[in-house]
């Protein structure tokens, strides 16, 4: 075992003969690494093919999930196997929890790297307790006494389209789905959805019972664009029509400040470790945030989710703030 403070832990092991195989066997020892350090990344198993991986991540998590409520798409490779988000090269994937404003969140992720990129492009990782630790308590207590407000606004155009975030496009099952999962919806009237939902900013993990700073607040704010991709897109859609926006849990905007002071925050708690082709990496969602960085050539990087969990305070209460 690899062991760095500016890296994730990082485990060197021997081809194995039988991929899927070597993961049921090694199920447990790896999900206990992974419940001790956060993220570790698996390195020589030579992963290769979409087939083969997808038979190494059911070994590992079991059944995976079918996401739901994504906002970009992906290719699929089977059941539960899919590709990275679909994202431009040159722009990063800041830090965040993937899909930590549904109810039902993935506790377990797991990446393979069947192409690893010429530079750049590490899936990098950050302790979303020691993030939590190192924010202003004054904007963790109001985050946490109010959550965070996620809008979307479904376009043609950019982001997931409702098929590929709902698994549907018939409105009533649309609608049915979101009255489940304490989501407000609109249509509007050029037929478009609009959707507001409020999740909680700090839940606690569900094994160690340590709080963690989860959530996308940052992720998906219109501060985190580029200044040209903002401008544009404030431009075609306006202020309340963008496709994903964050706010306080009253409503209320989120400064450009606060979302350089989370941004920086990630930043000094990154971990990162390169990508080699054959790569699997696996992270716990809840306790550990991920990013995706700028990258040169071809990355190909497949992406399973696993183990969901309905946190008890994945909904803001008043109480929060007392915890």
Known sequence: ME???DR?????????????????????????LITEHGALVVRG?????????????TGLAGELMAEREAFAPRDAYGQGVYSSTAWPANQPMCMHHELSYTLEVPGLLLFACLTAPEQGGATAVADAEAVLGALPAALVERF??????LTRTYNDEIGASLAESFGTDDRAAIERYCRERAI???????GSLRTEQRRSAVVRHPLTGRRCWFNQIAFLNEWTLDP??????TDVYGEDGLPFNTRYGDGSPIGEEVVQLLNATYEAHTRREPWQAGDLMLVDNIRTAHSREPFTGERRVLVGMAGPRRLDDGLPTPEASRR
């Open 3 to 5: 062991l760095r403070p």
């Open 8 to 32: 994730p832990a990082v485990l060197h092991v021997d081809p194995p003969p039988d991929l899927p195989g070597w993961a049921a066997a090694h199920r447990e020892s790896l999900r206990a």
């Open 45 to 57: 198993l030579g992963l290769r093919e979409a087939p083969q991986t997808g038979a190494v991540f």
């Open 144 to 149: 946490e006494r109010e959550g965070w407000l």
């Open 184 to 190: 407000d919806f609109t249509w509007r009237a050029d």
């Open 228 to 233: 040209e991709v903002r401008e544009y897109m």
